[in-house]
Structures are given as C-alpha cells and as structure tokens.
C-alpha cells in the first residue's frame, strides 16, 4: 500500500517537474527552433520518466530501509526523492496558493455570451466537435473603481492572439470581428501575436480597421510577431488604425480623467523593464504580451494591465484546470481577472493559436467597462 502512495507521487512529481520547467523555459525569450526543441525534449523525458517510475520508487523503498549514505550518490534515486517531495509537498501547497491572486467574484460582474461556428466548416475528424477552436465566448464584464468620477464609465474592448496563418482561417475571423464591430469603444486594446505567418498580414486592415474606438487603438506585439518582421507587422497594424506603444506611452483625457497607456513588449522586445513609475496619471494602464510582468506592473503603479500569450493553456481538465502554461509563474495566471494590491490584471485567451487544438477553452475576446464606484 505505502509502495503504491510513493509510485503514485512520484509520477505526479514527475509530471509536475516537466510542466513547471517547460512552462518556465517557454516563458523565455528564446528563438523559435530553441524553444520547439526545448519543448521537444521535455515532452520525451516526461514520456520516458513514465518508464522510471517503478525504479524510482523501488530505490525509495530500499533506502528507507536501509538508509545508508553511500546510496544517495545514485543519481536515479536523488531524482526520485525529489520527484516525491515534488508531487507529496510542493504542487499541493503550489496548488493551494494557485488562486490567492484571482479577483474575487463579488469585487465584479461578468456575463458571457458564446458562439459555435464549428458547423460552418469541414470538419475533418467525428471528433472535431469536442474541438473549441471554431467557436467564441464574448465576454462581458463590469468592475466598479474609485479612481473614475462620478457617473463616469469606460469601455475597452481587449483582444489579443489572432495568430493569423495559424490554425484559425479568414472566415472564422470575419465571424469574430463582425460580432465585435457592433459595438463602439473608448479604446481597443490588442496585446500582441497577429500573425504567424507574413503573407497573412493581407487579413489585417479588412477584418480590423472597422472596429471603433473614441480614443483610439492600441498595441503591442507577441513573440509569434517577433519571429515574423514586426517592422511590417507593426505598419499594418498602423493601416489599421492601431497606435504601437513599444516601450512607449500616450495620454488620452477621458471625461476629465487623465489616462496613461503604456505599452511593453519585454522580454521580446525590450532589454529591460523601464522604471515609469514617475509618471503621473490619474489612471495607468500597461499593455503587455505576457502576464510574467504582473508584480512588476503593480510596483509601478499601474491600475489595469492587459495582457495575453498564455492562450489559457489551449487545454484545461475539469476541476483541474491548465496545464501548459507559458509562463514564470506556471497555471497561476492561466486566464481572466486577477487583482494585486491596487491592480487589476485581464488575461486573455487569444482568438487562435498555432496549434490546431481547443478543449475547455473557448477563444475569447472581453469587453471591459469600468465604472465610478457610486454608479
Ligand atoms: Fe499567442
């Protein structure tokens, strides 16, 4: 029984130490045939640890009843001492501390509505249906702040990940934005990954530049744009109507309120995170690509942060949640809203992604309306 727990523990151990150091290598600026190979090699040794298991808890077994010093120069148990302090101590109290930083329900109002255009194209497995790509979940939600006046409301309309030339094609996206364009905005926000493949800039002024904003559109861009002449990219996304904010910022009056939008693109972009606390603003709003930044932001004073990359892990399992999270921080900062002393921060899901699979978890695209706390 006591041999079956330690087998048990040390698979999840296993488990957990490849995800963590995944999630952790991918949230790195490395280039993109390094960052597939790293993956690569973290898929096969998760894959051939499954093998090692037993032997790992065999020589667990036999050192604890014969603790002897001279076995812990054997490498094989080591790691599964380590595995088993991983999966027995770390990822439950990990766990525990996971959603320590999710804003809570009460402090915001959310509805979503969802649409299934999955039926508009050729699926070309019976199990395509079970495949979220095709559809969306447009999300509204409303968060009261003191930082607004009275009777004063902001609407922002937050997109991010398009990936075009990924997996989701120009009929999926005209779906997307015609639902989008419906409404008018006092800002768009789009926080980066448009394309993956150059030749697909084309898309970008038909299915964007109709979209309204009173005060104006913003950007930054993703790794995936790195990887794919952001020069260009960011051309087009000024044909679009967009204003790239790379390490830069701009100030927009807003109902007598004084709004300062920045812009990051580190590590991709940027050296270094710059030090723009000083600036003064009665509201702060970063956009960034990824939601590592999320400490750092509210160090400086920022208000709201948007941001995206992580794609809500593409796959979540029930209860569970996501595994593959692109990030520092591991499945903390998977999606949706999360608060740090006076900071509100939105994760995005994306719209697309270069990997042709969806399972719990829809793309999504979030309308944000902040209002004065008396309304
Ligand atoms: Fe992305």
Redo the contacts with the bound molecule.
Sequence with gaps: MLFCIVVIFVTVGHFGFVLFTHNWFYSKPFPRLMGDLIQATHFLFGLIGLFWVYTLAQKIEAFVSNPDPIFLYDILLIYGLFCLFVGSIFLPINEFFRNFWCLPLNLFKQQSRCFDYTNHFLLKNKIDFLNDSFKLEVVSAVISTPLLPINSKLKILHL??F?FGGNNNYAYFQFVFAEVEKEIYDFVFFT??LVDNVSFLRWVVPLLKKIQAKHGKFAVL???DLWNSPDIVRKYLRKAGFTCLSDDWCSVNHEGVRVGIFGNEYPWFSAKLPNIASEDYDFKILLTHSPDEFFWAAKQGFNLMFC????GGQIALPFFGPLLIPSKFGRRFGSGFYVNDEMIMHVSR?IA??FPLRINCKPEVTILSLVSKNM
């Design positions: 991010s990940d990936h980066g990954d993703g790794n995936h995206g990359h992580v794609h994306g992604g270069s």
